[in-house]
């Protein structure tokens, strides 16, 4: 029997890349023949450039609200309109899985797929993977809906009850593999032995993150061995080039608007300055980077805060307050983190966070609800 997985999930990388991190796993543990993904998510999310791998169906949705309003209408349609295309898409494709990895997408497509279950029509489990520590709106509405929630925290179990299953945040394959700094760096553009501080505001960019770097790079002279890579944000990243005409003297920086496989970057990484969502967080253990993390302050429930705050009280991180950031204060805990020993500590935190094998317990959940076989291509 053919196992099918409709992954659903989108909007930012947060969102895909978990969902790509398992389809490596499933594809690992199972012959071509026998596994058939598809995913289903937004036309204007992150999704529509990064899914290459599988099949894309692009299904209509808008982000749920908090409160009535004028949009609440249009919001309501475009969800409804949702719901029959990823009926009639998930009748055809038959999946023995659902798998929703957060965004506002997975909405539509969880309740059809219950639907479908419903009327006999599709046989599938459904699973809601959450890896912040505080579950979203979408994901505590859908919650009834689905048989397990795949969490990272046990923390969250409070969220989710007895469908709570801890499995560890899935993590890319390539992230998974040790690469030797130097060479990483060389990839990049970047001299092999200099220490590197790497700056990622996720897919979207992160403009106060973006402009605490040109200040520091612009107006100060940082140490002679070290160097900068930042990864902008393609928004973000024409209006940052400024900071390459605008060098402080002997500075070296390395600016780029988007890494799609940031395995280099973590391997060339002394430290890594970043926003704290989840997926960002459980790629920052797998790989034992000591991290500069400054939450972003319009998350919903304050996700990231809760996320960041783990991170700090195990030592794997020290934590800026959005409002407090600028080229100073990133200059003096750039110079705190980068202290050997510091480093050399913080790096062995964050390690301890790193997900204990959650592709091979995700893979594990899929094969009991679905009652298939893997078998090892």
Not at 28 to 52: C, I, K, M
Request: glycine letters at 8%.
């Amino acid at each position: 029997m053919k196992l099918r997985i409709a992954f659903t999930g989108g909007g930012t990388g947060g969102h895909v890349y978990p969902a790509l991190a398992i389809d490596d796993a499933v594809r690992a543990a199972f012959h071509a023949d026998a596994y058939e993904p598809r995913f289903f998510g937004n036309r204007r999310g992150l999704e529509a450039s990064l899914v290459t791998t599988m099949p894309l169906t692009f299904v209509p949705s808008a982000a749920l609200q908090r409160k009535l309003s004028l949009g609440t209408l249009r919001t309501v349609a475009a969800n409804a309109a949702g719901v029959v295309v990823a009926l009639g898409a998930l009748a055809r494709f038959k999946p023995l899985m659902v798998v929703a990895t957060g965004g506002y997408v997975c909405f539509p497509v969880v309740v059809a797929a219950r639907i479908l279950r419903a009327l006999r029509i599709v046989r599938c489990g459904i699973a809601l993977l959450e890896i912040n520590v505080t579950p979203g709106l979408t994901n505590k509405l859908l919650t009834p809906l689905v048989d397990e929630v795949w969490t990272t925290y046990a923390a969250s179990d409070r969220a989710f009850g007895r469908k709570a299953v801890v499995t560890g945040a899935p993590v890319r394959a390539s992230l998974q593999l040790l690469k030797d700094a130097a060479s990483a760096r060389e990839r990049l553009g970047l001299d092999p032995d200099r220490t590197t501080i790497v700056v990622m505001g996720g897919s979207q960019g992160a403009r106060s993150v973006n402009e605490a770097v040109a200040a520091l790079v612009t107006r100060r002279t940082l140490a002679a061995d070290w160097q900068v890579l930042h990864v902008s944000g393609e928004r973000d990243h024409a209006y940052m080039q400024a900071e390459e005409r605008e060098l402080a003297p002997g500075n070296r920086v390395v600016l780029v608007p988007y890494l799609a496989d940031p395995a280099d970057a973590y391997a060339a990484a002394d430290v890594v300055v970043a926003r704290a969502g989840a997926s960002t967080l459980a790629e920052l253990a797998t790989t034992g980077t000591p991290a500069v993390l400054v939450p972003y302050p319009y998350a919903a429930d304050q996700h990231q805060a809760h996320n960041a705050a783990l991170f700090a009280e195990s030592g794997a991180a020290v934590v800026v307050n959005d409002g407090e950031l600028d080229g100073d204060r990133l200059w003096w805990t750039l110079r705190e983190v980068l202290e050997p020993d510091r480093n050399a500590a913080m790096r062995k935190a964050a390690r301890t966070l790193a997900p204990r094998n959650a592709g091979a317990a995700i893979v594990a959940r899929v094969l009991d609800a679905t009652g298939t076989n893997t078998s090892s291509p």
